[in-house]
T-cell receptor, first 108, second 112 residues
Framework: GIQVEQSPPDLILQEGANSTLRCNFSDSVNNLQWFHQNPWGQLINLFYIPSGTKQNGRLSATTVATERYSLLYISSSQTTDSGVYFCAVEDSNYQLIWGAGTKLIIKP | NAGVTQTPKFQVLKTGQSMTLQCAQDMNHEYMSWYRQDPGMGLRLIHYSVGAGITDQGEVPNGYNVSRSTTEDFPLRLLSAAPSQTSVYFC???????????FGQGTRLTVV
């Protein structure tokens, strides 16, 4: 099956810093989503991005489907950005395959 | 819109007990699914449904049953709870298999 690898596994930054999170996947996928899991465990949709680039405020994402990777950019980090960021891809059987996540800690 | 609603939010079971986790969505989505999340890991698919009356197994289906009698509801049944089923369970829905998925708030289940 499809393998999804996220890097780095952990990231600690000072408030105001920028960061790039990466998601690599091993095969063609039907779609790709980025999620933020906050410290209370809630999963929040960030981007639905099977290809191309999208921006939402301080966050943006780019997926290059032909090269099988996606990047999530966070600019001017805030403490509320802390949590775990997941990449999930959908295979040909409609199943979402999840990476292990990047744990982000933003220090004030 | 309420989106995807899961109940209960927390549950403690004794080994061998059975229970049903409820999931309802009000977005008229055809596709619904159940995941479990263990500490430090991403989500793993338990069961999914592509429409009323149609269900299928995911990656980790053993010990769980589902049914889909209506578009709105997709309950997950634990037949005989085991400590290995201690986890956080998420229900998700999407308009179709190839569209954005929305998640409920999760159910934290502990089996003692």
């Amino acid at each position: 099956g499809i393998q999804v690898e996220q890097s780095p596994p952990d990231l600690i930054l000072q408030e105001g810093a920028n960061s790039t999170l990466r998601c690599n996947f091993s095969d063609s996928v039907n779609n790709l989503q980025w999620f933020h899991q906050n410290p209370w465990g809630q999963l929040i949709n960030l981007f639905y991005i099977p290809s191309g680039t999208k921006q939402n405020g301080r966050l943006s994402a780019t997926t290059v489907a032909t090269e099988r990777y996606s990047l999530l950019y966070i600019s001017s980090s805030q403490t509320t950005d802390s949590g775990v960021y997941f990449c999930a891809v959908e295979d040909s059987n409609y199943q979402l395959i999840w990476g292990a996540g990047t744990k982000l800690i933003i220090k004030p | 819109n309420a989106g995807v609603t899961q109940t209960p939010k927390f549950q403690v079971l004794k080994t061998g007990q059975s229970m049903t986790l409820q999931c309802a969505q009000d977005m008229n989505h055809e596709y619904m699914s159940w995941y479990r999340q263990d500490p430090g890991m991403g989500l793993r698919l338990i069961h999914y449904s592509v429409g009323a009356g149609i269900t299928d197994q995911g990656e980790v289906p053993n010990g769980y049953n589902v049914s889909r009698s209506t578009t709105e509801d997709f309950p997950l049944r634990l037949l005989s709870a085991a400590p290995s089923q201690t986890s956080v369970y998420f229900c998700a829905s999407s308009y179709s298999g190839f569209t954005e998925a929305f998640f409920g708030q999760g159910t934290r289940l502990t089996v003692v």
